[in-house]
Structures are given as structure tokens and as C-alpha cells.
């Protein structure tokens, strides 16, 4: 019973990833404006925007600066805070005593920082006060006014619910900040430095640009101002990130990564007999040739054979002394932009049988030949995971022992009997595999 328990949990895991593997929305196998994946691989950009912040904290503790700036939820929340605006550059000061908001942008001018930020906060029995104040050094006006509350939850002050009110306060006032602090709006010059044909995608633009036979693009855009940038190209990957275009200009080099020839699959077939393969691209991003194998030394016993080891008894496992070695040729039908990727691919395998002094192919079913059918995961990451559907034709004058052998066993049509005859050509349905797929 226990068996049996934790049997119908491991296929019940199976089939739920099976059916996570299925649902994948078709729409996103084109590419549209909601289309565009980010990619895993970012740039860092030359210039950052550099704010000050002075943190005013309520406590009569004179230590009170020191341990409040240390604590990690606090430098965590700073780290939260940037993060909604990447080109931007925080240095956190905590202060005890109250200030100014003209102190504070004095000294974020003395400091080298063009944005300043004055943020105080009381802390009660239930709850947590916060008034928050930013702006550029070039203005007399606070550019955030923000004021609220957070209760303060059993285990004290979150310090990242603290600030997340101002977290998307900053988002959305960001680029209104940095432009008064950099001057009125106007054209600049972009110059990207990448290589050649790659294709760029700036800001909300639905069209990219593509760089020349050198790699470079230059653009005219309103500055001072931060855009998005995408690039694409074939054989790399994709790359992503903000950029700040100054009211001067700016230059910039966006490094690439080139995809890997070779893709590496680690997967089960029918849940249950692990698999290894090996690709190779023969054509761009889309053709490629491939060889691999599956194994069932062993294997996850599946309830339907009503699981027995080589010993006769209940067991998690079984095992056969067979190897199935493939080899064979494929084509994505999807390009590297689609959030998922449709391939095809045409193969054959041998079965040999190891084991009690034998080592020879298998006499009932020797060879088999596979269409398969798969979709895989986002292509802009180097693991990603695969879905594989293989129907596959096997070559044998015992068919009655292939409908034991084989899962979902059909026959081909009558009208084959002229070419194949039918009888000793059974088609398995029933092939499939799910796994990783990593490409370097």
C-alpha cells in the first residue's frame, strides 16, 4: 500500500508537469509588443544617476544612525529602491537630528549628486509614519511629496513594505527628476557600438533599428531622458537594459554572447527512463543534427505494469537490460524571438540488449523511426525546459509482443499493406519526454 501510495503521488507530479508543459499559450509562440522577452543577459551602463539620501530616524538612542544603516532589511530596501531606477546610483545617510530639505540638497550639490532625497519616519506602537521629500539639485521645488503610514506587523518593522509606497513613487517620477536636473529636453546624439546587423529595439518603438556592416547606429532621441534597449541578433544572445542619454550625447558598447553550437538534453521518457542527447547547429539558429540515448538499466516503475524489480518484488524501480541509441536531423519552426520555440525533427533508432553474456540488437524490435514533435522553453536562457512528442514506427515480425512492449500501439492504415505490410509495422503513440535543455 505504501508503494502504491507513493507511486500514484510521483505520477500524479508527473502529470501535473506534464500538463504544465502543454499549456503554454500559443500566442506566444509570434512576437508582438507584449511579445518581447527580457532577456537574461544585461549591460551596464557608462552613466548613472547619483541621488543623495538622508534617512531621518526618531530614536534618542545615539547609536541609533549607525545601527539603522547597517541593518540588512534596511540596505535591502535601498537596494529595492534603486532597483526601480536602474541608471540610479544611492548613497543612504541616516541622521538623527532634523534637517532641511534645503540642507539636504546643498549637500547632495557638495556631494556630486544631481537628485536628493529626505526621507523621516516615527515609529509608534501600531504603526509606522513616513514623510517622504525629492528632488534635483537645479530645483527649489520637491519634485515627491509623499506622506503615509505602515502598520507594524508581530514580527516589528518590514522594512521593504516601509518603502514600497516610495518605491513607485520614485518609478514614475523618476525620468521627470532627471530631466529638470539635467536641463530642458532637446535632441541628442546615441552612438551603439555592437555588432554588425544586429537588430535594436529603443524605448516603445514596435520597429527595430539595425546597426550597419561595422555594428554602429547612431540615433537623434530627446534628452535628457533613460530608454529601454533591447538587442537581437542572430547566433547571440539577447541583450537588455536602460540607457541615459544625456542633453550632450552619450556612447555606448553593448557587449554580446554568442549561443553555444552545442545543446545538451537531460530528460525522462514516459516519466520513467532517463535520456541524454546531444545537438549540434548545422543552420543558423533553426537547423540542426543531433544523437542521443535512452537507458533502461533503470528506471521509475510506472502503476500500469504493476511494478516489479528484477527480482519479482513491489518496488519504486524497474529494469531491463536495454539501451535505445537515435540519431537524427531537426529544424525549429519558430525563430529565437517567440517566448517558446516549435521544432520538428526526423530520426532512427537501434535497440540493443546487454546483459546474461549478450550484447547484440534487440531480435523482436531492432530498429524504430521517429517524427517528433516539440516545443521548448524561453530561448533567451540557457536552461530552459523541453516538451517532446515522439510517434514512433517500429520495424518487427512480432507484433503481438510490441503491444506489451510499446505504450498506445497502433497499425498503419490497410491501404500500407502494398508498400508495408501492416502487421509487422506497429506505430507507438505514446513516446514522449520532458527534461532540460541547456545551450552554453
Same mark, same amino acid.
Given at each position: 500500500?505504501?508503494?502504491?501510495?507513493?507511486?500514484?503521488?510521483?505520477?500524479?507530479?508527473?502529470?501535473?508537469?506534464? =500538463?504544465? +508543459?502543454? *499549456?503554454?499559450? @500559443? !500566442?506566444?509562440?509570434? /512576437?508582438?509588443?507584449? #511579445?518581447?522577452?527580457?532577456?537574461?543577459?544585461?549591460?551596464?551602463?557608462?552613466?548613472?544617476?547619483?541621488?543623495?539620501?538622508?534617512?531621518?530616524?526618531?530614536?534618542?538612542?545615539?547609536?541609533?544612525?549607525?545601527?539603522?544603516?547597517?541593518?540588512?532589511?534596511?540596505?535591502?530596501?535601498?537596494?529595492? =529602491?534603486? +532597483?526601480? *531606477?536602474?541608471? @540610479? !546610483?544611492?548613497?543612504? /545617510?541616516?541622521?538623527? #537630528?532634523?534637517?532641511?530639505?534645503?540642507?539636504?540638497?546643498?549637500?547632495?550639490?557638495?556631494?556630486?549628486?544631481?537628485?536628493?532625497?529626505?526621507?523621516?519616519?516615527?515609529?509608534?506602537?501600531?504603526?509606522?509614519?513616513?514623510?517622504?521629500?525629492?528632488?534635483?539639485?537645479?530645483?527649489?521645488?520637491? =519634485?515627491?511629496?509623499?506622506?503615509?503610514?505602515?502598520?507594524?506587523?508581530?514580527?516589528?518593522?518590514?522594512?521593504?513594505?516601509?518603502?514600497?509606497?516610495?518605491?513607485?513613487?520614485?518609478?514614475?517620477?523618476?525620468?521627470?527628476?532627471?530631466?529638470?536636473?539635467?536641463?530642458?529636453?532637446?535632441?541628442?546624439?546615441?552612438?551603439?557600438?555592437?555588432?554588425?546587423?544586429?537588430?535594436?529595439?529603443?524605448?516603445?518603438?514596435?520597429?527595430?533599428?539595425?546597426?550597419?556592416?561595422?555594428?554602429?547606429?547612431?540615433?537623434?532621441?530627446?534628452?535628457?531622458?533613460?530608454?529601454?534597449?533591447?538587442?537581437?541578433?542572430?547566433?547571440?544572445?539577447?541583450?537588455?537594459?536602460?540607457?541615459?542619454?544625456?542633453?550632450?550625447?552619450?556612447?555606448?558598447?553593448?557587449?554580446?554572447?554568442?549561443?553555444?553550437?552545442?545543446?545538451?538534453?537531460?530528460?525522462?521518457?514516459?516519466?520513467?527512463?532517463?535520456?541524454?542527447?546531444?545537438?549540434?547547429?548545422?543552420?543558423?539558429?533553426?537547423?540542426?543534427?543531433?544523437?542521443?540515448?535512452?537507458?533502461?538499466?533503470?528506471?521509475?516503475?510506472?502503476?500500469?505494469?504493476?511494478?516489479?524489480?528484477?527480482?519479482?518484488?513491489?518496488?519504486?524501480?524497474?529494469?531491463?537490460?536495454?539501451?535505445?541509441?537515435?540519431?537524427?536531423?531537426?529544424?525549429?519552426?519558430?525563430?529565437?524571438?517567440?517566448?517558446?520555440?516549435?521544432?520538428?525533427?526526423?530520426?532512427?533508432?537501434?535497440?540493443?540488449?546487454?546483459?546474461?553474456?549478450?550484447?547484440?540488437?534487440?531480435?523482436?524490435?531492432?530498429?524504430?523511426?521517429?517524427?517528433?514533435?516539440?516545443?521548448?522553453?524561453?530561448?533567451?536562457?540557457?536552461?530552459?525546459?523541453?516538451?517532446?512528442?515522439?510517434?514512433?514506427?517500429?520495424?518487427?515480425?512480432?507484433?503481438?509482443?510490441?503491444?506489451?512492449?510499446?505504450?498506445?500501439?497502433?497499425?498503419?492504415?490497410?491501404?500500407?499493406?502494398?508498400?508495408?505490410?501492416?502487421?509487422?509495422?506497429?506505430?507507438?503513440?505514446?513516446?514522449?519526454?520532458?527534461?532540460?535543455?541547456?545551450?552554453?
Amino acid at each position: 500500500m505504501v508503494v502504491s501510495l507513493a507511486l500514484r503521488v510521483r505520477n500524479a507530479v508527473a502529470l501535473s508537469l506534464l =500538463l504544465l +508543459a502543454l *499549456a503554454v499559450p @500559443l !500566442s506566444g509562440l509570434g /512576437r508582438g509588443e507584449a #511579445d518581447v522577452p527580457e532577456a537574461d543577459h544585461a549591460f551596464s551602463p557608462a552613466d548613472r544617476v547619483r541621488m543623495l539620501l538622508v534617512i531621518e530616524h526618531d530614536s534618542a538612542d545615539p547609536d541609533t544612525p549607525d545601527v539603522v544603516l547597517s541593518r540588512p532589511e534596511l540596505l535591502s530596501a535601498v537596494a529595492d =529602491l534603486s +532597483a526601480s *531606477a536602474p541608471l @540610479l !546610483s544611492v548613497r543612504p /545617510r541616516v541622521v538623527r #537630528d532634523t534637517v532641511s530639505t534645503v540642507q539636504v540638497r546643498e549637500e547632495a550639490a557638495s556631494d556630486g549628486a544631481l537628485l536628493w532625497m529626505y526621507v523621516r519616519f516615527s515609529a509608534g506602537e501600531r504603526s509606522v509614519s513616513v514623510r517622504a521629500q525629492a528632488g534635483a539639485i537645479t530645483s527649489g521645488d520637491s =519634485l515627491i511629496d509623499l506622506e503615509y503610514e505602515v502598520p507594524v506587523g508581530p514580527a516589528g518593522i518590514s522594512y521593504r513594505r516601509l518603502w514600497q509606497p516610495l518605491q513607485r513613487e520614485l518609478e514614475d517620477a523618476f525620468d521627470t527628476m532627471t530631466q529638470t536636473a539635467l536641463g530642458a529636453v532637446g535632441n541628442a546624439p546615441l552612438h551603439i557600438q555592437t555588432i554588425p546587423g544586429a537588430r535594436i529595439w529603443i524605448g516603445d518603438k514596435e520597429e527595430p533599428s539595425v546597426a550597419d556592416g561595422d555594428g554602429r547606429l547612431s540615433l537623434a532621441l530627446y534628452a535628457p531622458a533613460t530608454y529601454d534597449l533591447l538587442l537581437r541578433a542572430p547566433g547571440y544572445y539577447p541583450v537588455s537594459g536602460q540607457i541615459l542619454l544625456t542633453d550632450e550625447g552619450s556612447t555606448i558598447a553593448v557587449d554580446t554572447e554568442p549561443r553555444g553550437e552545442w545543446m545538451y538534453d537531460l530528460s525522462l521518457q514516459n516519466m520513467s527512463f532517463p535520456s541524454f542527447d546531444a545537438r549540434r547547429r548545422i543552420l543558423g539558429d533553426y537547423a540542426f543534427a543531433q544523437a542521443g540515448f535512452t537507458t533502461y538499466i533503470l528506471g521509475l516503475a510506472s502503476i500500469d505494469e504493476g511494478p516489479e524489480n528484477l527480482t519479482g518484488s513491489p518496488g519504486l524501480f524497474t529494469s531491463t537490460p536495454a539501451t535505445d541509441i537515435r540519431v537524427g536531423i531537426g529544424s525549429y519552426l519558430t525563430g529565437t524571438d517567440a517566448r517558446r520555440r516549435v521544432y520538428t525533427s526526423l530520426g532512427v533508432s537501434g535497440r540493443l540488449i546487454h546483459g546474461a553474456g549478450m550484447f547484440a540488437l534487440d531480435p523482436v524490435a531492432p530498429a524504430t523511426a521517429q517524427l517528433s514533435l516539440g516545443l521548448e522553453g524561453n530561448p533567451d536562457v540557457r536552461h530552459r525546459l523541453f516538451f517532446e512528442w515522439s510517434p514512433t514506427l517500429i520495424f518487427t515480425d512480432f507484433p503481438a509482443i510490441i503491444e506489451v512492449r510499446f505504450p498506445a500501439v497502433v497499425y498503419l492504415p490497410q491501404r500500407w499493406e502494398v508498400y508495408l505490410p501492416a502487421a509487422r509495422f506497429p506505430v507507438s503513440l505514446g513516446i514522449f519526454r520532458l527534461g532540460v535543455r541547456f545551450q552554453p
